[in-house]
């Protein structure tokens, strides 16, 4: 999980030495000052760990830290099969 920053201006640091990119590359980007202004619980309770959006009363998004998302990616990928599975007998 990502600390707090000492001041609410301040980027939010991973707790592990990665590249913050590391995953990333090509998605697109938000600022998140505009939600943070309209919405700070919603903001510090994704900080804290992930946090599923509802719309129409079905789970619709997941905002997480973003060492989580990694943390993810990595065990998705370790999981992948290489090519198609083989049954043998």
């Known amino acids: 999980m990502a600390k707090r920053p000492p001041h609410p201006d301040e980027a939010v640091r991973p707790t ?3 590249d913050p990119m590391e995953g990333l590359e090509r ?3 938000a600022d998140i ?3 943070e202004t309209s919405q700070p619980k919603l903001i ?3 900080l804290r760990g992930a946090v599923v959006l509802t719309r129409h009363g079905r789970d619709a998004f997941v905002l997480l830290p ?3 998302f990694q943390t993810l990616a990595r065990e998705a990928m370790a999981r ?3 090519g198609p599975p083989v049954i043998e007998g």
């Open 16 to 18: 592990r030495d990665i």
């Open 80 to 82: 992948r099969i290489a």
């Open 66 to 68: 973003v060492d989580e």
């Open 33 to 35: 000052a505009v939600l």
């Open 27 to 29: 998605l697109p980007r």
């Open 44 to 46: 510090d309770a994704a």
